[in-house]
């Protein structure tokens, strides 16, 4: 399920922002923040877990990677307000899809 102000597919894969397709008459999706705004802390959590849950199970990080990943994005100095500075992904969901890497150079998980 994909929605016009969502950065991401239940799918597991985090949207770049590029327009669909590569064609380039497709609308821009808007940023991640949008997938936020005018919501508070206790909805965005339902929302981002929404997005978590609909990770097919083949494709989601174990439970204890999880952790293990997110303890790791906690002291982060890139870390801020459950999103990451240098990629712009809110942590919860980029830790949750096994395929996901860290953005940082060198890579932190």
């Given at each position: 399920m994909k929605t016009p102000h969502?950065?991401?597919s239940p799918?597991?894969?985090?949207?770049?922002?590029s327009p669909a397709g590569g064609n380039s008459s497709a609308p821009?999706?808007?940023?991640?923040?949008?997938?936020?705004?005018g919501l508070n802390e206790a909805?965005?959590?339902?929302?981002?877990?929404?997005?978590?849950?609909?990770?097919?199970?083949s494709?989601?990080?174990?439970?204890?990677?999880?952790?293990?990943?997110?303890?790791?994005?906690e002291t982060c100095p890139q870390l801020s307000g459950g999103m990451c500075r240098l990629c712009g992904c809110f942590v919860l969901y980029r830790a949750a899809t096994a395929r996901n890497?860290?953005?940082?150079?060198?890579?932190?998980?």
């Open positions: 969502s950065d991401f799918a597991g894969d985090i949207n770049d922002g821009r999706i808007p940023c991640r923040k949008c997938l936020i705004e909805e965005v959590m339902a929302k981002l877990q929404e997005f978590i849950d609909a990770i097919e199970p494709r989601r990080t174990p439970d204890d990677v999880y952790r293990d990943r997110l303890s790791v994005c890497s860290c953005p940082d150079l060198p890579k932190r998980w």
